[in-house]
């Protein structure tokens, strides 16, 4: 819902509120904290005409706008391939993939704009390179089989850092969360399957499934964010029922169903180190390369400069086609009034 | 369907937008969208609400025509049916076990 | 879904759970008590005619084209094919996100006519959808020539996706009634979405033509440019002739009347004028491109056949 732009029953006082004293406000930010605590320790929801604490909605405005972001970025690697995939069938599975990451970047832009932001803001943001979104997607695809990987991979840890997501605290991006991964169920066995048909096909073949699963596997566990010693939002995050396991807690998760998963695939993860922990009972990786991560997310990775460009000229080449159909709206809706007027 | 006031510009309104998932069964609110007109927004609604056969109806409403209780179902606006308890069946026990009532 | 660490601790809405595991992810709204069966999200596969059921029908026997039905059959899949391609390319390039996801749609539906006409042509001779598409040099590509067009600005693919929607909505509505089961079988799929397509590509022309000064411009540029490669879709030849006979199909002249008419209803409210514009040749139904057809299949056919023979 748009909140920003619901009107109030009449009646209630709203319109009076450009009178209210001091005391007032402090009352009902005092009733909004109340009642917002109460819904956290409920585990309820918040919704956008909630009272909420700026600091909460700016973490939901900057999360949720990031999540939009990486989908609408995430399309550029693939849309690399649809011209060149290798059969019609894959090229229709590829197609309706990244058509759908469109979708989900438009249902999390909804989401965001219910706290007030409005989308062309947010794009402008990005554009700007003012925005973040996952640094996995300032990596090349290279290959067809990075098709395969990122499917597996990439959609693998995006899913297992969404499907906590559905129970966000916030219902507007929860629900759009349970779209989204309702959604992507096909888009990661799409993946598999890919990798699948190249590793048993010719060595040549495996051979280019194994460098893309090289290539993405440290990328992908990375979109769990920084080590949770590292990760000063996630607590607060986690207070506020947004986040409901910590980056560390997904990652291990995520390496060990990869473990299982490979083997079907006849594939190896590029990590010796990984094992799981009888004491822990957790899985564990080896060292991953921070530093690498903090350069691709500050813009300096392989392809950053070009997945935004690609964006500003998409926008830019569009903005006469908005203009119009927003024109034609205008001549239209005036002709409707004066018809009206006139009967 | 009357058409929002445009937007300055190159950016269009939200609509939000409704799905009826099959015969017989109420519109549900499914999300919004940005479209110049409500022609264009049904049409979107239908592109990016329905590619999986989530619907055969859908409804598009300007977001800014929906009036609202505020805030979402808290205070008094929402205080006087609770406690009325007489309104529900469940309320009359003597009458439990007599058939078909 | 086996990923989801989540799915023992909210147990799923039952209405989505039968037949449909794998779509399900385990959560619910919150407080999801409400109308679970009136969800605006209960996904389905749907029931249609898929180009898996054409390829099935042909390699069990069932369908099987003659030499005549084959060549026609090649003709629409490469159409839709090479539209499809030029289509492909506007995901992520869209004027607005809302749009990536329209015209995606519309290449996803073209894409799944060329595959079912091309595994019914390819039922001749035991070829399948992918050694047509992938193995074929440009001269024995059987598309028109407006298919392969560049997409120019949006304008000229709105220019381009009107003419041919118009012109495949025809074509099918005629082919719905072929003495040909499969032929009919398959149009009376694509019938329905091309039916779209019209609605889509229309709606864009009035708001182009209607919009703004630039945008009407464009939007006469767009026919200009596109409006030679017509008259090609119309032309009869002795393929034609013969199928029109056996009741396999129509002579595409006879098609021209109703587009006119009806282009002529959506250029006469968006009061644009029919281009005066010479016709092109054409003579991509004998093989005979324009310079744009090769680069289309260079980048098409790259990959598979770096590796032919290859599993995907």
């Given at each position: 819902?748009?909140?920003?732009?619901?009107?109030?029953?009449?009646?209630?006082?709203?319109?009076?509120?450009?009178?209210?004293?001091?005391?007032?406000?402090?009352?009902?930010?005092?009733?909004?904290?109340?009642?917002?605590?109460?819904?956290?320790?409920?585990?309820?929801?918040?919704?956008?005409?909630?009272?909420?604490?700026?600091?909460?909605?700016?973490?939901?405005?900057?999360?949720?706008?990031?999540?939009?972001?990486?989908?609408?970025?995430?399309?550029?690697?693939?849309?690399?391939?649809?011209?060149?995939?290798?059969?019609?069938?894959?090229?229709?599975?590829?197609?309706?993939?990244?058509?759908?990451?469109?979708?989900?970047?438009?249902?999390?832009?909804?989401?965001?704009?219910?706290?007030?932001?409005?989308?062309?803001?947010?794009m402008q943001d990005l554009m700007d390179g003012k925005a973040k979104y996952s640094s996995i997607f300032n990596y090349p695809a290279r290959t067809w089989a990075d098709m395969g990987a990122i499917g597996w991979m990439v959609d693998g840890a995006a899913i297992a850092n969404q499907v906590p997501l559905c129970r966000a605290s916030f219902g507007p991006y929860g629900r759009a969360m349970v779209r989204v991964c309702k959604e992507e169920s096909f888009h990661q066995r799409q993946g598999f399957e890919i990798l699948l048909e190249l590793s048993h096909g010719t060595p040549e073949q495996k051979q280019m499934a194994q460098d893309a699963v090289n290539r993405w596997y440290a990328p992908a566990l990375m979109m769990f964010g920084p080590p949770d010693d590292d990760s000063p939002n996630s607590k607060q995050s986690m207070a506020w029922n947004i986040k409901r396991f910590s980056n560390d807690e997904l990652r291990n998760r995520f390496v060990g169903m990869m473990m299982e998963q490979v083997k079907v695939l006849d594939l190896t993860l590029p990590d010796k180190d990984i094992r799981f922990n009888e004491e822990t009972k957790?899985?564990?990786?080896?060292?991953?390369?921070?530093?690498?991560?903090?350069?691709?997310?500050?813009?300096?990775?392989?392809?950053?400069?070009?997945?935004?460009?690609?964006?500003?000229?998409?926008?830019?080449?569009?903005?006469?086609?908005?203009?119009?159909?927003?024109?034609?709206?205008?001549?239209?809706?005036?002709?409707q009034a004066e018809k009206e007027t006139a009967a | 369907m009357t058409t929002p006031e445009p937007h300055a510009g190159n950016v269009w309104p939200i609509w939000e937008v409704f799905v009826r998932s099959s015969r017989g069964l109420s519109h549900v609110h499914a999300g919004?969208?940005?479209?110049?007109?409500?022609?264009?927004?049904?049409?979107?609604?239908?592109?990016?609400?329905?590619?999986?056969?989530?619907?055969?109806?859908?409804?598009?409403?300007?977001?800014?025509?929906?009036?609202?209780?505020?805030?979402?179902?808290?205070?008094?606006?929402?205080?006087?049916?609770?406690?009325?308890?007489?309104?529900?069946?469940?309320?009359?026990?003597?009458?439990?076990?007599?058939?078909?009532? | 879904m086996s990923t989801s660490p989540e799915t023992t601790a909210t147990p799923a809405p039952a209405e989505e759970t039968g037949g449909h595991g794998d779509l399900n992810v385990g959560v619910?709204?919150?407080?999801?008590?409400?109308?679970?069966?009136?969800?605006?999200?209960?996904?389905?596969?749907?029931?249609?005619?898929?180009?898996e059921d054409i390829a099935l029908a042909v390699s069990s026997g069932s369908a099987k084209p003659t030499e005549d039905v084959a060549e026609i059959a090649l003709r629409l899949g490469d159409d839709a094919l090479i539209l499809a391609q030029r289509l492909g390319h506007w995901i992520s390039r869209a004027p607005e996100l809302e749009e990536d996801i329209a015209l995606g749609n519309?290449?996803?539906?073209?894409?799944?006519?060329?595959?079912?006409?091309?595994?019914?042509?390819?039922?001749?001779?035991?070829?399948?959808?992918?050694?047509?598409?992938?193995?074929?040099?440009?001269?024995?590509?059987?598309?028109?020539?407006?298919?392969?067009?560049?997409?120019?600005?949006?304008?000229v693919t709105i220019a381009r996706q009107f003419v041919v929607s118009?012109?495949?909505?025809?074509?099918?509505?005629?082919?719905?009634?072929?003495?040909?089961?499969?032929?009919?079988?398959?149009?009376?799929?694509?019938?329905?979405?091309?039916?779209?397509?019209?609605?889509?590509s229309a709606q864009w022309v009035l708001r182009l033509a209607g919009g703004t000064d630039e945008s009407r411009e464009k939007m006469i540029h767009g026919f200009k440019v596109i409006w030679p490669y017509v008259d090609e879709l119309f032309r009869d030849d002795e393929l034609t002739a013969r199928l029109s006979a056996s009741g396999a199909a129509v002579e595409p002249s006879s098609l021209r009347?109703?587009?006119?008419?009806?282009?002529?209803?959506?250029?006469?409210?968006?009061?644009?004028?029919?281009?005066?514009?010479?016709?092109?040749?054409?003579?991509?139904r004998r093989g005979l491109h324009s310079e744009h057809l090769g680069y289309i299949l260079a980048e098409m056919q790259v990959l598979a056949r770096e590796y032919p023979g290859a599993s995907w």
């Open positions: 819902m748009a909140a920003q732009t619901l009107q109030s029953v009449p009646g209630e006082p709203t319109s009076a509120r450009h009178e209210q004293s001091l005391e007032d406000v402090a009352r009902r930010d005092a009733e909004g904290q109340a009642y917002f605590d109460k819904v956290m320790a409920e585990d309820s929801r918040i919704e956008p005409r909630d009272w909420m604490p700026p600091a909460y909605r700016k973490t939901l405005l900057r999360q949720i706008s990031q999540h939009a972001h990486s989908e609408i970025i995430g399309m550029q690697p693939e849309a690399n391939w649809i011209s060149r995939a290798p059969s019609l069938k894959r090229k229709a599975i590829l197609m309706a993939k990244v058509q759908d990451e469109a979708g989900h970047g438009l249902y999390l832009y909804s989401a965001a704009e219910t706290l007030g932001q409005p989308r062309d803001q947010m957790k899985w564990e990786h080896g060292p991953l390369d921070w530093d690498e991560f903090h350069e691709v997310l500050a813009g300096r990775g392989p392809c950053n400069a070009q997945r935004l460009e690609r964006r500003r000229e998409a926008h830019h080449n569009g903005a006469w086609v908005r203009e119009a159909a927003a024109a034609y709206a205008a001549k239209q809706a005036k002709k | 919004s969208l940005h479209a110049p007109d409500a022609a264009m927004a049904l049409r979107n609604a239908r592109d990016l609400y329905t590619r999986r056969n989530e619907g055969v109806s859908i409804w598009v409403v300007p977001a800014d025509a929906i009036a609202s209780s505020d805030p979402d179902s808290k205070g008094a606006f929402f205080e006087s049916p609770q406690g009325k308890d007489y309104r529900h069946a469940t309320y009359y026990t003597k009458s439990e076990g007599v058939k078909h009532l | 619910k709204a919150a407080g999801g008590s409400g109308e679970a069966t009136a969800s605006a999200t209960r996904i389905t596969p749907g029931n249609a005619l898929r180009p519309i290449a996803l539906d073209q894409l799944g006519h060329a595959r079912s006409f091309l595994s019914y042509a390819g039922g001749l001779d035991g070829r399948s959808e992918d050694d047509l598409a992938y193995f074929r040099r440009e001269h024995e590509f059987r598309s028109a020539s407006i298919f392969e067009q560049p997409n120019g600005d949006f304008a118009y012109y495949q909505f025809e074509l099918y509505s005629q082919l719905t009634q072929s003495t040909d089961a499969t032929l009919a079988g398959i149009a009376a799929k694509a019938v329905k979405e091309v039916d779209y397509h019209r609605d889509h009347a109703e587009f006119d008419r009806l282009t002529g209803e959506v250029f006469a409210e968006a009061e644009l004028e029919v281009p005066k514009v010479q016709p092109a040749p054409g003579g991509g």
